[in-house]
């Protein structure tokens, strides 16, 4: 049984950081491409990041890169993503996400395994 458990969610100030984590088990994690989505009230889900299996290949959206940056770790079966300079339009469940494909587009339907998120919330 697939399990991605997050943690690190919380409340902080704009300007703020904090450090999201997604601890994996029962998959092969080396073999998996991980990624990181959101979903704000009322909004779609959104692509945040991704990094490949060996961590060679990683993508960003473009309102997160340069602040945001994704890590893995295969030997602790953990993704992780430090968020940096946070704004409250970062405020969104986020939750991690597992493809045993290396996806050609950022979408959330190219991913098979799910968390069930933690809230970031972004004072101003």
């Known amino acids: 049984q697939v399990q991605l458990v997050e943690s690190g969610g919380g409340l902080v100030q704009a300007g703020g950081s904090l450090r999201l984590s997604c601890a994996a088990s029962?998959?092969?994690?080396?073999?998996?491409?991980m990624g990181w989505f959101r979903q704000a009230p009322g909004k779609e889900r959104e692509f945040v990041a991704d990094?490949?299996?060996?961590?060679?290949?990683?993508r960003y959206a473009d309102s997160v890169k340069g602040r945001f940056t994704i890590s893995k770790d295969n030997a602790k079966n953990t993704v992780s993503l430090q968020m940096n300079n946070l704004k409250p339009e970062d405020t969104a469940v986020y939750s991690c996400?597992?493809?045993?494909?290396?996806?050609?587009?950022?979408?959330?339907?190219?991913?098979?395994?799910w968390g069930q998120g933690t809230q970031v919330t972004v004072s101003s």
């Open positions: 990094i490949s299996r060996n961590g060679l290949a990683i």
């Open positions: 029962g998959l092969a994690f080396s073999t998996y491409t």
């Open positions: 996400a597992a493809s045993f494909d290396w996806p050609g587009t950022m979408e959330a339907r190219q991913f098979e395994y």
